[in-house]
C-alpha cells in the first residue's frame, strides 16, 4: 500500500500543473457525493504533522513519538479545534460533518503513522454548490471529488478555498443506461490499459495452447470465478485483505508464466487452478470497484456493467493477441520457441518482481 | 501562551500562498551504530511542518557527506522520508537537499508581508523605488537545507562544511559539543561568499515562537545563542532581482540547518 501511496503521489506530481505553487506535500483530500443523499469526505495526512499543529495551537507541549494509538487519541482529543481550520459549504452555506478519526501505521525510519480522517454527513436538499478550504497544511495537497464514477481532481494551498464545485451530477437522478455504460467502461479501462497484472494473467491463458476450445475453457472458469468473488466481496459477504490478495495475484500470473514453459496442453488441474486464481483476481476488482464508488441505487446495474467491462477488456487482450501473434505465428512450428516461452518467461520475472514487490515492499 | 495560540492561529489561517521554510528532519539526530536513519523534509512556518515527498523533479543536489566523502541520499520517488541514509562513520554526519528553482506568483499584500517578516529590507526598498508595492510579485525560490546528524563521541575536530550549495548556513562550532545557553557561530554564504546584512534566526522545537535572530556582520557571521537544549532550526532568505530570462520578478534562496543540542 505504502509503494502505490507512493507511486499514486509521483503520478499526480508528474501529471499536476500546478507549477506556480508551493511544493506538494502528502495530504490527499478526497469528497464522494453519493446521489443526492449524501456526501463523505476523506482526509489523508500525515498523523504526527497534525497532532504538532493541533497542540501547539492548543498551547501544549509538542509530544513526539508518539504511536498511533496516541496520535489517534490527541486528534479525538482536540476535534473541536480540528473543526476549526477547514471548511464545507453548500452554496455558501457551512455544514458541520460527523468526523471519525484513524492512525495506523508504525514510526520506523522509513514510514509514519498516517492519519484517515473522516467527515460525512447528508447533503442539504437541493445543494447545487460545494466548496472546500482545509488550513492544516502548509503545503499544496490535492482535492479529488467523485460522484458517481466521474471524478475531478483541484490542487489547493492550505488555506486556500476551492472554486465552487457543481453538483450537477449528483443533483439528479442518474441515467440507469449512463451509469451502464459508465461502469462498462469503468470495468473495460480497470483492464485495458490499467490493469497490466491482469492483462499479463489473460495473456498466460492465451499462451498456453493454439486452440481456440482450451482458450475458452480456461477464460470461462476464470470468469465464472472472478464474478462470483467480485459479487461477494462487494456486498461484503468475502473481505480478504488486499496484503493477501495482491501479492497472491502477482504468484498467480507467475504460476500461468511458468507452467506455460512446460506445458503445451491444457491439464485439468489447470483449469481448477484457473479457477482458483480467477477467485483472487475478483476480490483485486471488488477493492478497484469499491475505490470508484458505486451508486446505491444503481448499485446492481454497476456491479454488473463492471463485470461485463471487466470481461470485455479480457477479451480484448485475447483478440489483440490473437491478431498480432497467434493469427500469423500460431501455426508455425517455431510458435512455442520464439514466441510462447520467450513471452512466458518475460511475464514469469514481472510477475516474479511484483510479487515481492507486494510482499515486502507494499505495506 | 494565548500569544502563541494566537499566532499560530493567524500563520494557519494565513492568505494562502505566504512564504514556508523548508528544513530537513532526521529520525534520529543521534542514531545508533549502523542504524538507517529516514531523511525527512519538512515545508512549513514556526517549526511546523508538513511532510515533502522525494519528488525527482525538485531534487538538485541530495547528499550525506561524512569523513568518507560525499554520497548521494537515495530514496523511493514519492516517498515521506525522502531518504534513507546509513550512519556507518563515527563523525558528524551532514545532510544536505538542494532544489531546483520554483515558481510561485504571491499577491502584493501576502509578498509584501513576507519580505518584513523574512529581513528582506533591501528588497522591500528597491519595490517602493521600483513602484511595485502594489504588484503581485513573481518569484522563483530554491531550497538548500542542511541537518547535522551526530554519531559516535562529539569532538571538536569534527565540523559541519560548506557543501557548495547556492545558500548556505554553516556551523563553525560542532553543535554536538555545545549545552544550553552557549554560542554557536554560523557563517552564511552565497555562492561561496561571505553574505553581510542578512536576517540569520534560530528557534527550538518545543519553543518555536520564541525566535533568536541576528544579522550577519560584514564577514558574513553571525553568533546565536541557544538558551535551551533539544533540536534546533537555525533559517536564512535571501532575495535578488530574479535574472533576465527567469520569467519572475524575484530569486529567493532558503537556507536551514537543523541539529540536537544538549545530548
Known amino acids: ?363 | 501562551m494565548k500569544i502563541v495560540r494566537f499566532i499560530v492561529a493567524l500563520i494557519l489561517t494565513a492568505a494562502p500562498l505566504a512564504a514556508h521554510d523548508m528544513w530537513i528532519e532526521p529520525t534520529s539526530f543521534l542514531p545508533d551504530a549502523g542504524k538507517v536513519i529516514g531523511v525527512k523534509l519538512r515545508i512549513g512556518q514556526d517549526f511546523l511542518g508538513d511532510p515533502l515527498p522525494r519528488d525527482p523533479a525538485l531534487i538538485d543536489q541530495f547528499i550525506s557527506v561524512d569523513s568518507s566523502g560525499r554520497k548521494p541520499v537515495y530514496g523511493h520517488d514519492g516517498a515521506d522520508p525522502a531518504g534513507l541514509v546509513r550512519v556507518a562513520d563515527s563523525s558528524l554526519l551532514i545532510l544536505g537537499y538542494q532544489s531546483h528553482p520554483k515558481p510561485i506568483t504571491l499577491p502584493a499584500a501576502t509578498f509584501n508581508q513576507y519580505l518584513k517578516e523574512e529581513g528582506l529590507d533591501a528588497i522591500a526598498e528597491l519595490r517602493t523605488r521600483r513602484n511595485q508595492t502594489n504588484s503581485e510579485a513573481r518569484e522563483i525560490f530554491e531550497r538548500c537545507a542542511k541537518s547535522l546528524v551526530r554519531y559516535g563521541t562529539p569532538a571538536n575536530g569534527q565540523a559541519d562544511r560548506a557543501l557548495g550549495f547556492t545558500l548556505e548556513l554553516v556551523a563553525e562550532k560542532n553543535p554536538y559539543t555545545l549545552h544550553a545557553g552557549e554560542d554557536l557561530p554560523v557563517s552564511l554564504m552565497y555562492e561561496g561568499r561571505a553574505l553581510p546584512g542578512a536576517l540569520v534566526v534560530a528557534m527550538n522545537r518545543s519553543n518555536p515562537m520564541s525566535k533568536i535572530s541576528a544579522r550577519t556582520d560584514k564577514t558574513g557571521h553571525v553568533k546565536l545563542r541557544l538558551p535551551e537544549d533539544g533540536v534546533w532550526l537555525v533559517k536564512a532568505v535571501h532575495m535578488i532581482p530574479a535574472p533576465a530570462g527567469s520569467n519572475a520578478d524575484w530569486a529567493s534562496f532558503w537556507a536551514s540547518l537543523t541539529f540536537e543540542v544538549g545530548k
Open chain 1, 1 to 363: 500500500m505504502k509503494l502505490a501511496i507512493c507511486c499514486a503521489i509521483v503520478l499526480m506530481i508528474l501529471s499536476s500543473a500546478v507549477c506556480d505553487a508551493h511544493e506538494i506535500g502528502t495530504t490527499r483530500v478526497t469528497a464522494v457525493f453519493q446521489q443526492s443523499t449524501s456526501y463523505e469526505i476523506e482526509i489523508v495526512t500525515d498523523a504526527a504533522a497534525l497532532v504538532e499543529k493541533l497542540e501547539t495551537l492548543s498551547g501544549e507541549s509538542i509530544q513526539s513519538g508518539l504511536d498511533a494509538a496516541a496520535l489517534q487519541k490527541q486528534l479525538q482529543a482536540h476535534d473541536s479545534l480540528f473543526r476549526r481550520r477547514f471548511a464545507l459549504t453548500f452554496d455558501g452555506t457551512a455544514v458541520q460533518p460527523e468526523i471519525h478519526y484513524a492512525v495506523a501505521g508504525i514510526a520506523t525510519a522509513t514510514s509514519s503513522p498516517v492519519a484517515t480522517i473522516t467527515m460525512a454527513g447528508g447533503l442539504p436538499a437541493g445543494a447545487k454548490q460545494f466548496a472546500w478550504t482545509y488550513a492544516w497544511t502548509f503545503a499544496t495537497y490535492s482535492l479529488t471529488v467523485r460522484e458517481t464514477g466521474a471524478e475531478r481532481t483541484e490542487w489547493l494551498e492550505g488555506g486556500q478555498v476551492s472554486a465552487p464545485m457543481s453538483l450537477a451530477l449528483s443533483a439528479h437522478t442518474p441515467d440507469r443506461i449512463a451509469t451502464g455504460f459508465r461502469y462498462l467502461a469503468l470495468g473495460f479501462t480497470h483492464i485495458v490499459p490499467n490493469g497490466l497484472d491482469h492483462m499479463l494473467f489473460v495473456l498466460g491463458i492465451f499462451l498456453l495452447s493454439r486452440r481456440l476450445r482450451e482458450v475458452l475453457t480456461q477464460v470461462s472458469a476464470f470468469t465464472i470465478a472472478h464474478s462470483i468473488t467480485l459479487a461477494l466481496s462487494v456486498y461484503g459477504i468475502v473481505s480478504v485483505s488486499p496484503k493477501v490478495v495482491e501479492p497472491l495475484i502477482a504468484v498467480s500470473i507467475a504460476y500461468v508464466a511458468i507452467e506455460n514453459i512446460f506445458m503445451s496442453e491444457l491439464r485439468p488441474w489447470r483449469v481448477a487452478l484457473v479457477f482458483a486464481f480467477g477467485l483472487l483476481h475478483g476480490m483485486g476488482f471488488a477493492g478497484a470497484l469499491k475505490d470508484l464508488g458505486l451508486p446505491r441505487s444503481e448499485f446492481v446495474i454497476a456491479l454488473a456493467t463492471f463485470n461485463v467491462g471487466v470481461e470485455a477488456g479480457q477479451l480484448a487482450v485475447i483478440a489483440a493477441a490473437f491478431l498480432l501473434v497467434g493469427w500469423y505465428c500460431g501455426r508455425r512450428h517455431w510458435y512455442r520457441r520464439l514466441v510462447v516461452v520467450p513471452a512466458s518467461v518475460l511475464i514469469a520475472c514481472m510477475a516474479a518482481y511484483w510479487t515481492v514487490q507486494r510482499l515486502y515492499f507494499v505495506s
